[in-house]
Nanobody
Framework: VQLQASGGGLVQAGGSLRLSCAASRRTVSSYAMAWFRQAPGKEREFVAA????????VYADSVKGRFTISRDNAKNTLFLQMNSLKPEDTAVYYC??????????????????WGQGTLVTVSS
C-alpha cells in the first residue's frame, strides 16, 4: 500500500486542522493505521491509532480530548481531526499502516508502511 498524507498548514493556537491520509494500491480495510509526528530536533512519536474496523482507537496523553482519529475504508482514507491546537503540536505528521493486523498499534516498529509526512505549524 502507498500512503499520501495531506492537510497540514499554518494555524494559530486554538485553531483546528484536519489531516488526511489517502491509500492506494490496496484497500486499507486489512490494515491497522496510525498517526505519528516528529518535531524539529526530536524523535518521532505516537499520536493516535485505529483498528482496521475503526472500532477501537487509542491516543497519546498529550492529544487526548483534542484529536480524533477516524477512517473511511470505502474511500481508503485515514483522518486526524486536530482541535485546540497548541504550539507544541508543531511537527511533521506521518500516517502509518500495518497489514493483516487488527490493531490499534502504538509503536513505530510495528508499522511497515509510511506516508511522506505533512507539516503542521501552530503559531502562538
Amino acid at each position: 500500500v502507498q500512503l499520501q498524507a495531506s492537510g497540514g498548514g499554518l494555524v494559530q493556537a486554538g485553531g483546528s486542522l484536519r489531516l488526511s491520509c489517502a491509500a492506494s494500491r490496496r484497500t486499507v480495510s486489512s490494515y491497522a493505521m496510525a498517526w505519528f509526528r516528529q518535531a524539529p530536533g526530536k524523535e518521532r512519536e505516537f499520536v493516535a491509532a485505529i483498528s482496521w474496523s475503526g472500532g477501537t482507537t487509542v491516543y497519546a496523553d498529550s492529544v487526548k480530548g483534542r484529536f480524533t482519529i477516524s477512517r473511511d475504508n470505502a474511500k481508503n482514507t485515514l483522518f486526524l481531526q486536530m482541535n485546540s491546537l497548541k504550539p507544541e503540536d508543531t511537527a511533521v505528521y506521518y500516517c502509518a499502516a500495518e497489514y493483516k493486523v487488527a490493531g490499534p498499534l502504538r509503536e513505530l516498529y510495528e508499522h511497515d508502511y509510511w506516508g511522506q509526512g505533512t507539516l503542521v505549524t501552530v503559531s502562538s
